[in-house]
């Protein structure tokens, strides 16, 4: 006679921990030795055609205070819209746009890409959607990382019209999305990142 199958008790997720900087990004933390460069550290690796930017993200958490352990996926088309298709062993490991990146937040919570601005992607309803990065966020506290997007503020027609932008029924908490544009020799778009409370950005559940 067989024996009852057990029912098993699912596993409780875990956080974290204080250990992000260390597992995902070493160097930053002066371990050296474990791989030579930091993974997406780098996403331009020689000439590339488009508007050349820097991403510049501000993690905040519920209380008000820089979040300074947390770690910050991004992935975006490039200036045509197209995504960087899937590698092959005889392809080329240092593409000039990866099309994806990864940062550590800082003692102050910041964290800094130098990319290009994405072009236009279909979206579910097969209309253009506005530029955006898709950002993964993890840190102490969170149990799954934190999905959500960026939106560019100099591209307002485009974001009226973006399928994700519209799901949103507040149109106020639209703006936690949208990174406002700050002028230099290479443009900065800014964004703050807040965890939770007021301001508490839109994430998705993916």
Not at 131 to 149: C, F, M
Request: net charge negative.
């Amino acid at each position: 006679m067989l024996h009852p199958t057990p029912i098993l008790k699912e596993t409780p997720s875990q956080t974290a921990g204080p250990y992000v900087h260390i597992g995902m990004t070493p160097n930053f933390c002066d371990i050296t030795g474990v791989i030579d460069t930091d993974l997406g550290k780098t996403m331009l690796n020689g000439a590339i055609e488009g508007e050349r930017i820097d991403i510049v993200l501000r993690l905040i958490d519920g209380a008000g205070v820089p979040l300074s352990d947390g770690v910050v996926e991004i992935w975006q088309a490039d200036a045509s819209g197209n995504f960087l298709g899937p590698t092959t062993p005889d392809s080329n490991s240092a593409p000039a746009f990866t099309g994806w990146g990864r940062q550590p937040a800082n003692e102050t919570g910041e964290l800094r890409f130098e990319t290009i601005k994405p072009g236009r992607v279909p979206g579910p309803d097969g209309k253009l959607m506005a530029p955006h990065v898709a950002l993964w966020i993890v840190a102490r506290g969170i149990n799954i990382g934190l999905q959500t997007r960026l939106y560019f503020a100099d591209e307002v027609e485009a974001n009226t019209g973006d399928f994700v932008l519209n799901k949103i029924m507040d149109k106020r908490r639209r703006e936690t999305l949208i990174a406002r544009r700050e002028d230099g020799p290479v443009p900065r778009y800014v964004l703050d990142i807040h965890l939770q409370g007021e301001k508490e950005t839109v994430f998705f559940d993916m």
